[in-house]
């Protein structure tokens, strides 16, 4: 009986981020490609207008695999914007299970929640004390190489990213 | 000294003509003169002295050195760590340190002391003042899920930095309405004018820059993470995220005043990239080493 019970527990904690996985839906932010594979030249399988609403399934680098009325597949991440819209979709999806937050952190304490307005900033008096707490933290470039390195990160030769391929704006 | 009689330039030079502001030499050398003597002084063409010919340093705002630029950085986040201090977090310090340091290896302006901080407030926001000074709040780290989001989060802050956008905005329009507060008055410490010159407490934070501006340091904040060994999307990610609040929820009421929609931003992102990166294959997440805040 009380393995039973484990089992259950066990089966609903397992499946907990399939549900909220499945719950993760988005919409087009414009009219693009579904693609087979999470590649530029992948065969094409579709294609959404701009405002569809979609699930999306999975991430992998600048991709999203998801599922629109009419087909799936795997479309650009930058097409697609997550939540349903407007509402402010607090669930946990798909991308948070990816990287292991699902169910943490979300938790925000609701008392002495501290804003920042306007007002705030313009009342705010200077705080010495803070500001030489904040440099006791500063790290040299040196050290910030370091961590890099310790964290098998390689700088990459790349260039700032022009205004916009498809000009339009000054 | 040095710096104390560059600020007295940089505040006072606004109190002229434009003609003259553009270059600080003897002429306003005599207006300071004439105004901490007590005179009153719009008019620029005062009898020189010859003890201030002792401290003569040629000193124009509009291009400020770094101990300058950062002497203004420090008032500034001096004032916002005024309305919310830091988390009492030493480790979560540091790993943003350690990641912001590595980021701003990559841009422009590697040789600034630059520092970076969580402070203790649920909003979600992120700041950058000159000199190398970049705060986010508690609030806009609890949605990141890895370091490429904090690193292309910080990469936004520090493109904001290394293009001067603040340091512009005061040189536009705060400098300028200086003049008429600091005649008559006796002027006080360095730092308070430069209280002066950026205005009410951290206000300038509150200012919005230029729309242009914004997707500028979107696209240098892309790219500053892809050269860091990232993943370069980090920065979209969390646009995406944040996308998602409601618009009238008071947590972005300032973000969403002080910068175009996260949708705007994306679309904008997504016209620059178009497929530049997809030749970069093995950008790191690094979600294992994210800092997990304690509460
Ligand atoms: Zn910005």
Same mark, same amino acid.
């Given at each position: 009986?009380?393995?039973?019970?484990?089992?259950?527990?066990?089966? #609903?904690?397992?499946?907990?981020?399939?549900? &909220?996985?499945?719950?993760?839906?988005?919409?087009?932010?414009?009219?693009?490609?579904?693609?087979?594979?999470?590649?530029?030249?992948?065969?094409?399988?579709?294609?959404?207008?701009?405002?569809?609403?979609?699930? #999306?399934?999975?991430?992998?680098?600048?991709?999203?695999?998801?599922?629109?009325?009419?087909?799936?597949?795997?479309?650009?991440?930058? &097409?697609?914007?997550?939540?349903?819209?407007? &509402?402010?979709?607090?669930?946990?999806?798909?991308?948070?299970?990816?990287?292991?937050?699902?169910?943490?952190?979300?938790?925000?304490?609701?008392? !002495?929640?501290? !804003?920042?307005?306007?007002?705030?900033?313009?009342?705010?008096?200077?705080?010495?004390?803070?500001?030489?707490?904040?440099? &006791?933290?500063?790290?040299?470039?040196?050290?910030?190489?370091?961590?890099?390195?310790?964290?098998?990160?390689?700088?990459?030769?790349?260039?700032?990213?022009?205004?916009?391929?498809?000009?339009?704006?000054? | 000294?040095?710096?104390?009689?560059?600020?007295?330039?940089?505040?006072?030079?606004?109190?002229?003509?434009?003609?003259?502001?553009?270059?600080?030499?003897? $002429?306003?050398?005599?207006?300071?003169?004439?105004?901490?003597?007590?005179?009153?002084?719009?008019?620029?063409?005062?009898?020189?002295?010859?003890? @201030?010919?002792?401290?003569?340093?040629?000193?124009?705002?509009?291009?400020?050195?770094?101990?300058?630029?950062?002497?203004?950085?420090?008032?500034?986040? /001096?004032?916002?760590?005024?309305?919310? =201090?830091?988390?009492?977090?030493?480790?979560?310090?540091?790993?943003?340190?350690?990641?912001?340091?590595?980021?701003?290896?990559?841009?422009?302006?590697?040789?600034?002391?630059?520092?970076?901080?969580?402070?203790?407030?649920?909003?979600?926001?992120?700041?950058?003042?000159?000199? /190398?000074?970049?705060?986010?709040?508690?609030?806009?780290?609890?949605?990141?899920?890895?370091?490429?989001?904090?690193?292309?989060?910080?990469?936004?802050?520090?493109?904001?930095?290394?293009?001067?956008?603040?340091?512009?905005?005061?040189?536009?329009?705060?400098?300028?309405?200086?003049? @008429?507060?600091?005649? /008559?008055?006796?002027?006080?410490?360095?730092?308070?004018?430069?209280?002066?010159?950026? /205005?009410?407490?951290?206000?300038?934070?509150?200012?919005?820059?230029?729309?242009?501006? +914004?997707?500028?340091?979107?696209?240098?904040?892309?790219?500053? $993470? @892809?050269?860091?060994?990232?993943?370069?999307?980090?920065? =979209? +990610?969390?646009?995406?995220?944040?996308?998602?609040?409601?618009?009238?929820?008071?947590?972005?009421?300032?973000?969403?005043? $002080?910068? =175009?929609?996260?949708?705007?931003?994306?679309?904008?992102?997504?016209?620059?990239?178009?497929?530049?990166?997809?030749?970069?294959?093995?950008?790191?997440?690094?979600?294992?080493?994210?800092?997990?805040?304690?509460?």
């Amino acid at each position: 009986m009380k393995m039973h019970k484990f089992l259950l527990m066990a089966l #609903i904690v397992l499946f907990l981020p399939l549900m &909220s996985l499945a719950a993760e839906t988005g919409s087009a932010i414009k009219a693009d490609v579904i693609r087979a594979e999470p590649y530029a030249d992948a065969k094409k399988t579709g294609d959404f207008k701009r405002g569809e609403k979609l699930q #999306i399934l999975d991430k992998k680098g600048a991709w999203l695999k998801v599922k629109t009325a009419k087909t799936g597949g795997w479309v650009r991440l930058l &097409s697609v914007k997550r939540g349903a819209g407007g &509402s402010g979709n607090q669930l946990a999806g798909v991308l948070d299970v990816a990287s292991g937050r699902a169910g943490t952190g979300k938790v925000v304490a609701t008392t !002495g929640i501290r !804003g920042l307005n306007e007002e705030e900033l313009k009342n705010a008096k200077y705080n010495e004390a803070e500001v030489k707490k904040l440099e &006791s933290y500063t790290q040299t470039s040196q050290q910030g190489n370091q961590f890099a390195k310790s964290g098998g990160l390689k700088a990459v030769k790349f260039n700032y990213l022009p205004e916009s391929q498809q000009g339009g704006e000054k | 000294m040095k710096v104390i009689y560059f600020i007295l330039i940089v505040s006072l030079s606004f109190l002229m003509p434009q003609a003259y502001a553009l270059d600080l030499g003897d $002429t306003l050398k005599d207006v300071i003169k004439s105004n901490v003597s007590g005179k009153t002084g719009n008019d620029s063409k005062e009898v020189s002295s010859p003890d @201030a010919a002792k401290n003569e340093k040629r000193i124009n705002f509009r291009n400020p050195s770094m101990d300058e630029e950062i002497q203004i950085g420090r008032e500034i986040t /001096g004032n916002l760590l005024g309305a919310a =201090p830091l988390v009492n977090d030493a480790a979560l310090q540091k790993y943003v340190n350690q990641v912001g340091r590595w980021v701003a290896n990559q841009s422009e302006r590697g040789n600034l002391p630059w520092h970076f901080g969580v402070i203790e407030s649920e909003d979600i926001n992120a700041f950058a003042a000159p000199g /190398g000074y970049v705060v986010i709040t508690k609030g806009l780290y609890r949605k990141l899920e890895n370091e490429a989001q904090l690193a292309g989060v910080l990469a936004h802050e520090i493109a904001h930095v290394t293009k001067s956008h603040h340091l512009k905005i005061l040189q536009k329009s705060q400098l300028l309405d200086l003049g @008429a507060d600091l005649l /008559g008055k006796q002027l006080g410490k360095n730092n308070q004018i430069i209280q002066k010159v950026i /205005g009410s407490g951290a206000e300038i934070c509150a200012r919005s820059l230029d729309k242009n501006a +914004e997707f500028e340091a979107d696209r240098m904040g892309v790219t500053l $993470t @892809a050269r860091a060994g990232y993943e370069p999307y980090g920065l =979209p +990610e969390v646009l995406q995220t944040i996308g998602q609040t409601n618009k009238n929820d008071n947590s972005v009421a300032l973000l969403f005043k $002080t910068h =175009p929609h996260p949708d705007d931003r994306l679309l904008k992102l997504d016209e620059a990239i178009g497929n530049r990166l997809d030749a970069i294959k093995d950008g790191k997440t690094l979600s294992n080493r994210f800092y997990k805040l304690k509460n």
